[in-house]
C-alpha cells in the first residue's frame, strides 16, 4: 500500500517561506500525475500545483510566482516551495500521487494522499 507523508509544515510570521516535502515508501513518483493542495480553516480543498506524467508543472493562478513544485533527482521525493508566505495560506497541505481522469466529473481524480502538513502564518 502506498503511503504518502508529508513533512515542512509549521508556523511561520508573514513574508517568510516554507519548503514542504512529500516522500513514499517504495514508490516513485516518475511517470504519475503528482500534486499538492491545500485546505484552509473552514474552508475546501484546493488545488496548488501540479506535475503532469509528462513533466508539466501548473500552478493555481492565485498563487503562481510565490509557490514552486519540484521533485529531486531520484523523483522519490515531492517538493512544494512556498515564498511570501501570508496568514491567508494558513492551511493543510496535501501530497497527492496517481491521478486518472474521470469523465463523469472532468477532473483528475487522485489516487494517493498524505495525511498532510500543518502551515500556519501568523504574526
Known amino acids: 500500500q502506498v503511503k504518502l507523508v508529508e513533512s515542512g509544515g509549521g508556523s511561520v510570521e508573514p513574508g517568510g517561506s516554507l519548503r514542504l516535502s512529500c516522500t513514499a515508501n517504495g514508490y516513485n513518483f516518475s511517470g504519475v500525475r503528482v500534486g499538492w493542495f491545500r485546505q484552509p480553516p473552514r474552508k475546501e480543498n484546493e488545488r496548488v500545483a501540479g506535475i503532469d506524467s509528462d513533466g508539466e508543472i501548473s500552478y493555481t493562478a492565485s498563487l503562481k510566482g510565490r509557490v514552486t513544485i519540484s521533485k529531486d533527482a531520484a523523483e522519490k521525493i515531492l517538493y512544494l516551495q512556498i515564498h511570501n508566505l501570508q496568514p491567508e495560506d494558513t492551511a493543510m497541505y496535501y501530497c497527492?500521487?496517481?491521478?486518472?481522469?474521470?469523465?463523469?466529473?472532468?477532473?483528475?481524480?487522485?489516487?494517493?494522499w498524505g495525511q498532510g502538513t500543518l502551515v500556519i502564518v501568523s504574526s
Open positions: 497527492t500521487a496517481d491521478a486518472e481522469w474521470d469523465p463523469s466529473i472532468g477532473l483528475y481524480v487522485f489516487k494517493y
